[in-house]
């Protein structure tokens, strides 16, 4: 059965917004709410860090390589931690799985739920002053309760989310997220230390005006479908917006009506992005917005996860366009 929505006004805070939406989640005793309070505290903590970048030294590469192989940066490290110590004191989440981290980690508690994170997304813009995220999803565990967490508990389709969001660390911090009854953006008011409601109701805006993929990355690309899609939409002269955070350029599509496209290349042939921290959450919102977010075959939140660092072919952005280059890929 849908959830009602509650319509609420521009300007309330987050806090009040969670206890106004609570009424819908019977069953989650609170929980829930005291999750997505935990993590918004933390991105606020990682909010600072990130602002006062530019002043100290906690910029740069640390010299190690993530699961995924790309450059550590110190920052990465640090919203590694913010998150999993908010998560861990909170004690609503029994377990994180995180990109920077090789093996989930059991925070060793009763709590119900489990979260997946992209702690800090697009950690290549970090020392450029570039708009960068944290990507996250909210699951319950599926093993019972008296038995210890399991890789499989992290294992779940996407589509069987509780909730999802990101936060975008640019000129202004936002907090976008969904308990599957629509999408609300959130931003951070500086002066009072709290997010507001600023987007209530998001959808995908339907404008078939921009589309996002690092062209870079032409000549490896492993479906010629994407290619001849591209070419379609240099043809009808729209507009190439990629910053290379895949955060930012998913908040901008989601805004102004674009499609966010990273295919499988001779580099990634299984795509580059990840599953559980990035694609899922991204594709829950999409979908709550209105849009689509599909791999090759399947929608993204239609995939049943085999490892923790999976990645896939990622496709979002409003329904028709998503539909239109899926039927370039597979015709
Ligand atoms: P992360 O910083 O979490 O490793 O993610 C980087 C991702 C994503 O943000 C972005 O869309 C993509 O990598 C950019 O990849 P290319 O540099 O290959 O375009
Ligand atoms: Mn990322
Ligand atoms: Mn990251």
Redesign the pocket.
């Known amino acids: 059965m849908e959830k009602s929505r509650i319509d609420l006004p521009i300007g309330i805070t987050l806090d009040r917004f969670i206890k106004s939406n609570q009424s819908q989640y019977p069953n989650a005793a609170g929980e829930l709410s005291q999750l997505l309070r935990d993590i918004a505290l933390a991105s606020k903590v990682v909010n600072r860090e990130i602002n006062k970048a530019g002043l100290v030294d906690i910029m740069g590469n640390v010299g190690l390589m993530n699961s995924?192989g790309?450059h550590q940066q110190k920052l990465d490290l640090l919203a590694n931690t913010r998150f999993t110590r908010a998560l861990s004191k909170g004690g609503e989440a029994c377990g994180i799985a995180s990109?920077e981290t090789e093996q989930f980690i059991d925070l060793e508690n009763n709590g119900k739920y489990i979260v997946t994170i992209?702690p800090?997304?697009?950690?290549?813009n970090i020392d450029v002053n570039v708009s960068i995220g944290t990507i996250f999803s909210i699951y319950k565990k599926q093993t019972p309760p008296s038995e210890p967490l399991q890789e499989s508990d992290f294992l779940q389709k996407g589509r069987t989310q509780i909730a999802a969001g990101y936060i975008l660390y640019g000129p202004s911090t936002m907090l976008v997220f969904s308990t599957g009854n629509g999408v609300n953006g959130f931003t951070y008011e500086t002066t009072l230390g709290e997010y507001v409601l600023s987007h209530p109701s998001l959808l995908f805006k339907n404008a078939s005006t921009y589309y996002s993929m690092?062209e870079g990355?032409s000549f490896d690309i492993l479906d010629k479908g994407v290619t001849t899609y591209i070419t379609n939409c240099k043809e009808k002269r729209m507009s190439g917006r990629y910053i290379?955070?895949?955060?930012a350029?998913f908040h901008r599509n989601l805004l102004k009506g674009g499609i966010f496209i990273?295919p499988r290349t001779n580099q990634y042939p299984n795509g580059?992005?990840r599953l559980l921290f990035?694609a899922n959450a991204l594709a829950f919102i999409a979908e709550q917005a209105g849009g689509l977010a599909t791999a090759n075959e399947k929608a993204i939140l239609d995939i049943q996860p085999i490892r923790i660092h999976q990645t896939v072919p990622f496709y979002t952005g409003p329904k028709e366009m998503v539909t239109t280059l899926l039927a370039h890929i597979n015709h």
């Open positions: 995924g790309d990109e992209d800090l997304d697009g950690s290549s690092n990355l290379g955070s895949l955060v350029d990273y580059k992005l990035e």
